[in-house]
């Protein structure tokens, strides 16, 4: 994937963060942006890059939902969510639960061997812990990239419906392990998110 390009996926995660409280743009140091960008194995640099072309769309807050500001030239992801940061939110979290995960079972997937991809091998359990995912779909996942992958024949991708987001992980890192590998330990440490590592904390 060009890097210079902006999935519809990872625009959601973009705009979901301008349309957070403060609502705009947001500094190149703002932890939760600095993370976010980290998180999808980008800069804090090109996160804000592409906020700040949310900023000129529509720079004007807060938004009047009578307002005719939708042009042809705007993503489809602005004019659907700019009206509705909740459900941008909502979609968001999911989201970035799958760009994670995903990034998380691709870095394992090039450390086990096709027949070795089942429920029982300590590599999946763990991960499969550590997600709070059941086994079979840390599983399912890697024969989902197995699916994607140009030397793995008995697994054609072609017919199969796999998301976009893993589509993307695959394209992003499949051809580079050294950048996959520093993007999935910055996730190992910073998944799950803040906020529910505090809750897991309490309840111990």
Same mark, same amino acid.
């Given at each position: 994937?060009?890097?210079?390009?902006?999935?519809?996926?990872?625009?959601?995660?973009?705009?979901?963060?301008?349309?957070?409280?403060?609502? %705009?743009?947001?500094?190149?140091?703002?932890?939760?942006?600095?993370?976010?960008?980290?998180?999808?194995?980008?800069?804090?640099?090109?996160?804000?890059?592409?906020?700040?072309?949310?900023?000129?769309?529509?720079?004007?807050? !807060?938004?009047?939902? %009578?307002?005719?500001?939708? %042009?042809? +030239?705007?993503?489809?992801?602005?004019?659907?969510?700019?009206?509705?940061?909740?459900?941008?939110?909502?979609?968001?979290?999911?989201?970035?639960?799958?760009?994670?995960? %995903?990034?998380?079972?691709?870095?394992?997937?090039?450390?086990?061997?096709?027949?070795?991809?089942?429920?029982?091998?300590?590599?999946?359990?763990?991960?499969?812990?550590?997600?709070?995912?059941?086994?079979?779909?840390?599983?399912?996942?890697?024969?989902?990239?197995?699916?994607?992958?140009?030397?793995?024949?008995?697994? !054609?991708?072609?017919?199969?419906a796999i998301?976009?987001?893993?589509?993307?992980?695959?394209?992003?890192?499949?051809?580079?392990? +050294?950048?996959?590998?520093?993007?999935?330990?910055?996730?190992?440490?910073?998944?799950?998110?803040?906020?529910?590592?505090k809750k897991?904390?309490?309840?111990?």
């Amino acid at each position: 994937m060009n890097m210079e390009q902006w999935s519809k996926e990872e625009s959601l995660l973009v705009l979901d963060l301008y349309l957070s409280k403060p609502v %705009g743009m947001k500094s190149v140091t703002d932890e939760t942006l600095v993370d976010r960008a980290q998180l999808l194995g980008r800069t804090p640099d090109a996160f804000c890059r592409r906020m700040m072309q949310f900023q000129q769309w529509y720079p004007v807050l !807060p938004f009047d939902a %009578g307002e005719d500001v939708f %042009g042809d +030239d705007n993503p489809a992801v602005w004019s659907i969510y700019f009206s509705q940061p909740k459900l941008a939110h909502r979609e968001a979290a999911a989201l970035l639960k799958d760009f994670c995960i %995903g990034t998380l079972v691709l870095n394992l997937y090039f450390q086990l061997i096709i027949s070795t991809m089942n429920e029982k091998v300590p590599e999946v359990m763990a991960l499969a812990r550590q997600v709070k995912r059941p086994a079979k779909e840390i599983v399912a996942l890697l024969h989902v990239y197995a699916a994607l992958d140009p030397f793995v024949k008995d697994h !054609p991708a072609d017919d199969l419906a796999i998301p976009s987001v893993y589509r993307q992980l695959w394209s992003r890192y499949a051809d580079d392990m +050294d950048k996959l590998s520093r993007v999935a330990k910055y996730v190992e440490g910073h998944y799950p998110p803040k906020r529910v590592r505090k809750k897991n904390e309490e309840r111990k």
